[in-house]
């Protein structure tokens, strides 16, 4: 089985810069690439999520060999203030989206590539892709494909799957998709079906929501000075990334300047450390494709 290379990993332990005697979320263990290089950094703690059990599974050994310093969780990062129970953090780090043991595994249902079972559900419960697309209506499929996958034909590709119902395989899926996208495909840069995929991805596992829940209880758990870093991949994560710590980053006023009774200031709650994402440098993206659409954010929590 191939692994996950992890992305923006220098600037990731640049923007955390790990210290002796703190204490670390890893909200997106995975591969466990980041939480290795945290706890190699630092004689720190790290409190490991993962809300696919696989992962859960495969990071035991790097359990072991940290002896006492890592804690695996089972579960979502939109709970990790109840998994702290009480402790602050000095960092919490999200990478967010779908790890390459999951996009390289065809049995776990994410890849058009490779032909499996249409599942792509991260934690293995709940409705999979499948449930939804073989019963929503017409129009909300159109519409998580449109929104989600920012895709222009969704509404011919909506039309297209509720025809061939019922859809069982990924392979079926991108078939039905390329097919309902017409010669035009054909001239596209990415495979017909990657906007549908990702859309159904983020769907069937609450993504945004997720990420939104995240960002709250990551706030709500920094300690001061703690450092939040975020790396997204597509341009709906980052602009909920970039919204929320721009709007906790300013001392905004509320209201307008037509209504100054509102003007009160909003204490601000963390200091940008980027102003601008960074991206991933040249040689990163020549030895890891994935990397190519990343974008890291950070800012760090205020003292008060
Ligand atoms: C891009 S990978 C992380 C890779 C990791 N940084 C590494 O270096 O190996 C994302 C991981 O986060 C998990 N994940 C995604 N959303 C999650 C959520 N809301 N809560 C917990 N885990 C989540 C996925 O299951 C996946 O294993």
């Known amino acids: ?39 190699e950094a630092a004689d720190c703690r790290v409190l490991g999520i993962d809300r696919d059990p696989d992962a859960i599974a495969r990071g035991q050994d790097l359990v072991a060999q940290f002896g006492g310093r890592l804690t695996l969780i089972h579960g ?38 490779d032909s499996g079972p249409l599942d792509m559900r991260m934690s293995k419960e709940g409705p999979s892709a499948a449930d939804f697309v073989n019963t929503a209506d017409e129009r909300d499929i159109a519409r998580v494909i449109s929104q989600l996958g920012e ?12 025809a ?26 990415i495979h017909p079906a990657t906007r549908t995929f990702q859309a159904l991805r983020i769907h ?6 997720e990420l939104e829940r995240g960002l709250e209880a990551a ?9 939040l870093v975020v790396v997204s991949f597509h341009s709906l994560e980052d602009r909920i990334v970039k919204r929320f710590l721009t709007a906790r980053a300013t001392t905004a006023p509320l209201g307008s300047r037509h209504a100054p009774v509102a003007r009160r200031a909003q204490p ?13 440098g040249a040689t990163e993206v020549e030895g890891n494709p994935r990397a190519r659409s990343a974008r890291l954010r950070a800012a760090e929590r205020l003292a008060a």
């Open 219 to 227: 706030a709500g758990a920094l300690a001061p000075f703690g450092r």
């Open 1 to 39: 089985m191939s692994g996950h290379l992890p992305v923006m990993l220098a600037e990731v332990l640049d923007m955390l810069a790990p210290k002796d005697g703190e204490h670390y979320v890893d909200g997106t263990f995975g591969g466990g690439g980041y939480t290795r290089a945290i706890l």
């Open 151 to 162: 895709e222009h034909n969704a509404r011919r590709i909506a039309r297209a799957i509720v």
């Open 268 to 280: 601000a709650a963390f200091r940008l450390l980027t102003h601008r994402p960074l991206m991933p």
């Open 76 to 113: 979502e990062f939109s709970n990790l203030a109840t998994y702290l129970d009480g402790a602050r953090a000095d960092g919490v780090v999200l990478d967010l989206g779908a790890s390459s043991f999951q996009f390289d595994e065809p049995a776990r249902g994410f890849s058009f590539r």
């Open 204 to 209: 069937v596992n609450d993504e945004l929501g």
């Open 164 to 189: 061939k119902r019922p859809v069982t395989t990924t392979g079926e899926l991108a078939q039905i998709v390329k097919d309902a996208q017409g010669p035009a495909a054909a001239r596209l840069a």
